[in-house]
């Protein structure tokens, strides 16, 4: 089965996205808008604390902030005051805003661990493969028994 556009119904990527009413374009218009709000969070924060809140969302005259540990959350609250009051010249119908706690996801490091072979194993790999007729499995101990330690 294969899937084929019907004519007059197929509507281009640039129309659905540029569109106010379609979904895809207020979400996008959601994301500009938020991503503004964050921008001025940013010039408002204290220098110790920019960089660590992201907004999350504001919707019914509350604005929900996110941050990665409950050490930011305390240390914002001594600001909170100064930092809705300047919001509010920004957006004028906004009454508070929430911090919610996100950590970030831990960063998973790539261990590569180092092939420790003996000479005396290299030997045997190079040897054993002079004997061996299949060529993927030639090249592969050949490239074994050449392995430096390092």
């Known amino acids: ?16 996205i540029n569109k106010d009413t379609s979904i895809l374009g207020k979400v996008l218009n959601k994301a500009t808008y938020l991503k503004q709000i964050e921008t001025r969070l940013h010039d408002y924060l204290p220098e110790e604390l920019q960089g660590l809140f992201r907004v999350a969302n504001y919707e019914h005259q509350k604005l929900i902030l996110l941050t990665a540990s409950a050490s930011n959350l305390t240390r914002m609250r001594f600001f909170q005051a100064q930092i809705l009051y300047k919001l509010q010249q920004y957006l ?5 805003f929430e911090i919610k706690i996100r950590p970030e996801p831990p960063h998973v490091k790539k261990v590569i661990t180092k092939l420790n072979i ?3 194993s290299q030997n045997k790999l190079k040897r054993l493969a002079e ?8 090249a592969v101990l050949i490239r074994l028994g050449n392995k430096a330690n390092d």
């Open 118 to 120: 003996s000479a005396a």
């Open 1 to 16: 089965m294969s899937i084929k556009p019907r004519a007059g119904r197929t509507k281009s990527l640039t129309t659905l």
């Open 92 to 96: 004028p119908d906004l009454k508070s």
């Open 131 to 138: 004997d061996v007729t299949d060529p993927r499995l030639k």
